[in-house]
């Protein structure tokens, strides 16, 4: 059975950084992709960002490029997501996800196994 659990969500300033740790069991880790999602409240769940199973292809949303980091620790079956200059608009729950293929998509269809959420509140 896979599981995912992420850590690393809490309350911060706008400006601040928070880094999003999610721990993967129960898979062979380093076959799949991984990414991130996030939901505020009222809204559509939100392709942030994924990467590859290698780690060297990575791909994030338009609205936190240059901002946000996908990585991922294939020896410690970890995904991260550093997160800077978080901005009011991120607030929302962050979920990791587990895909069902080897590549990178942003179609949460391709994911099979979700953690349970995070919660990121960015005060202005």
């Known amino acids: 059975q896979v599981q995912l659990v992420e850590s690393g969500g809490g309350l911060v300033q706008a400006g601040g950084s928070l880094r999003l740790s999610c721990a993967v069991s129960g898979s062979t880790f380093n076959n799949y992709a991984m990414a991130w999602f996030r939901q505020a409240p009222g809204e559509e769940r939100e392709f942030v960002a994924a990467?590859?199973?290698?780690?060297?292809?990575?791909y994030n949303a338009a609205s936190v490029k240059g901002r946000f980091t996908i990585s991922r620790d294939n020896a410690k079956n970890t995904l991260y997501l550093q997160m800077d200059s978080l901005k009011p608009e991120d607030t929302a729950v962050y979920y990791c996800?587990?895909?069902?293929?080897?590549?990178?998509?942003?179609?949460?269809?391709?994911?099979?196994?979700w953690g349970q959420g995070t919660q990121v509140t960015v005060s202005s």
């Open positions: 996800a587990h895909s069902r293929l080897p590549i990178r998509t942003m179609n949460p269809r391709d994911y099979d196994y």
């Open positions: 990467i590859g199973r290698s780690a060297t292809s990575t």
